[in-house]
């Protein structure tokens, strides 16, 4: 049936959808409903391998403050319309701005962009949902306050409180974002306004160095959920260290991934290595600045002799360990030399300070990740392949050096059944590593989108079978995903979702929770 529409909400009859809109509009002013297709392009972009139209929002609403998304869950309740919240609304390869099902409206609220308050003593931060890293950076800046942030690669334009809700990670000592959050302010689905841990406490001053308040711990159910919109979210910032001593470790062959991993955990997990390290594979590191056609014109996976050719060419390693030391001089020099010991007992890889690798571009980008500094280097991934596909593969493995290997073989053979290459890293936490594997394809190409989804489908398949469960999934496999994690905890998702959601009005599908 056509519509004036690009698409409907479902279940929500035309009539039905201009009342809901004519009140968004009474809300939020003309200027901030949008429903046109040429302004909801840039909602319904998406870069991961599903059919576009699957993601098509019915609408963009733009609230401004806490008391305007109250209005609108009002008039969604009212409506029985589907509302999917984004912060700053990259999640780039993990299903962009767009929502998980056709017909969600989308609500913006990269208008509530004010950082709320940082306390210097405590190193602490309010922030709403639209500030990006690079706001809360430049005003850390302008203020002289020696706090770092940890940000995640395509940093500059995203931000804190939407990839904290997503679990996302970064590169510092307090890479683990969620982790590092303190409070959190939900409008829930009822418009009801709770402040989690020690925020619902009036007059309470702690809401942002305690996490815990009291009775059950409410801010898990927030991240990578649908049970409420979050609105505002305290962080925990890193004191600027007196010194940092970013150094990289390079590795000649793929099968070292097992000795790196045997070699760095113990100082990991004894805080030498303080930060979340990252395990570069050289594709990932050559992919960031090279284009795959100019030095493999085949169809297929580029070949491994291939890719050896590029690691001697480029002089980078087949795996490129970023690491830094943060302390005081005297500190960073005793844990330089445990390092520096440790190495070289391994009798493998070559250990290189900034100074020895000199003015090279992807050392620098590594180096600014790990003290929090924005850039945007890893969007030259893009160009690797062309064609602006990407999915990110993401499962959890122990930080063992034989299961990163079975990973890593698992991986490589099923991407190269269907002609796609291995463009991995993995994000050393403290006792596990996130292996992130971007599916890169060519969108424009229907026969590689179609075989980028058969492939991101199957990895998802056999890496479960195996037992590794994938920790953030773009908006195409997000029920497949649930399901990996058994029926028990689908269940319990879907009860808590209606018990606090009967309208079923927030993102539903999310995480693949419905009502
Ligand atoms: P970023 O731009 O940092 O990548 P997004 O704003 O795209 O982050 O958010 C990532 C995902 O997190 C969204 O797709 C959405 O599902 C969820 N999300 C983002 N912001 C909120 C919020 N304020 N409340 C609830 N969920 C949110």
Redesign the pocket.
């Given at each position: 049936m056509s519509s004036k529409y690009i698409a409907l909400p479902k279940g929500v009859s035309e009539k039905s959808f201009d009342a809901a809109i004519k009140e968004y509009r009474a809300v939020l002013g003309e200027a901030n409903v949008f429903t046109d297709s040429e302004h909801l392009a840039s909602y319904s972009k998406i870069m991961i391998p599903d059919i576009t139209e699957n993601h098509t929002p019915s609408a963009a609403i733009c609230p401004a403050s806490v008391e305007e998304v109250q209005a609108c869950v009002a008039i969604c309740n009212k409506y029985k319309v589907p509302v999917?919240?984004?912060?700053?609304?990259?999640?780039?390869g993990?299903?962009?701005?767009a929502?998980?099902s056709r017909g969600q409206v989308v609500?913006d609220?990269r208008r509530m962009n004010k950082i709320i308050e940082v306390d210097a003593e405590l190193g602490t931060a309010l922030v709403e949902?639209g500030v990006?890293?690079q706001q809360l950076y430049d005003y850390l800046q302008e203020h002289k306050i020696p706090l770092w942030l940890s940000c995640?690669a395509?940093s500059a334009?995203?931000?804190?409180?939407?990839?904290a809700?997503?679990r996302?990670v970064g590169y510092t000592p307090y890479g683990e974002h969620f982790m590092f959050s303190c409070g959190m302010e939900?409008v829930m689905p009822t418009g009801e306004v709770l402040k989690t841990g020690m925020g619902s406490l009036p007059n309470s001053n702690t809401a942002q160095v305690f996490k815990w308040g009291y009775g059950p711990y409410l801010d898990g159910i927030?991240?990578?959920?649908?049970y409420?919109?979050?609105?505002k979210?305290g962080f925990w910032l890193m004191p600027a260290p007196p010194a940092f001593k970013p150094y990289v470790i390079r590795y000649p062959e793929e099968t070292d991934i097992v000795d790196i991993v045997e070699t760095l955990r113990p100082l990991r997990m004894a805080m030498i290595i303080p930060n979340a390290v990252v395990i570069v594979h050289a594709l990932w590191e050559l992919g960031s600045f090279l284009k795959r056609s100019e030095h493999y014109p085949g169809t297929g996976t580029i070949p491994d002799s291939v890719v050896k050719d590029l690691v001697k060419k480029h002089k980078v390693g087949m795996w490129n360990v970023y690491c830094g030391l943060y302390g005081s001089p005297e500190q960073n020099e005793v844990n330089w030399n445990i390092i520096q010991n440790v190495v070289k007992a391994s009798g493998k890889g070559e250990l290189l300070t900034a100074e020895q690798v000199g003015d090279d571009p992807v050392f620098k980008y590594r180096a600014d990740l790990m003290q929090g500094k924005m850039n945007t280097a890893e969007f030259g991934l893009y160009n690797w392949r062309g064609g602006g596909g990407s999915a990110w593969f993401a499962p959890v493995s122990q930080a063992r050096g034989s299961e990163t290997l079975k990973q890593m073989d698992m991986a490589k053979r099923i991407l190269g059944k269907y002609g796609f290459d291995y463009v991995s890293e993995f994000i050393v936490g403290w006792r596990d590593m996130h292996h992130i594997v971007d599916l890169l394809y060519d969108r424009t190409d229907p026969a590689q989108l179609e075989a980028a989804r058969a492939c991101f489908d199957e990895l998802l398949t056999e890496f479960s079978k195996a037992g590794y469960g994938t920790y953030r999934v773009n908006?195409a496999f997000m029920d497949k995903v649930a399901d990996t994690y058994g029926p028990v905890k689908r269940e319990i998702n879907r009860k808590i979702k209606r018990a606090l959601d009967p309208n079923g009005i927030?993102?539903p599908g999310?995480?693949g929770i419905w009502n």
């Open positions: 999917w919240p984004i912060s700053t609304g990259r999640n780039l993990y299903g962009s701005a929502p998980c609500m609220l949902p990006t890293f995640p395509p334009i995203a931000g804190p409180l939407g990839n809700v997503d996302g939900v927030f991240t990578q959920s649908n409420g919109i979050v609105t979210m908006t927030i993102a999310k995480s």
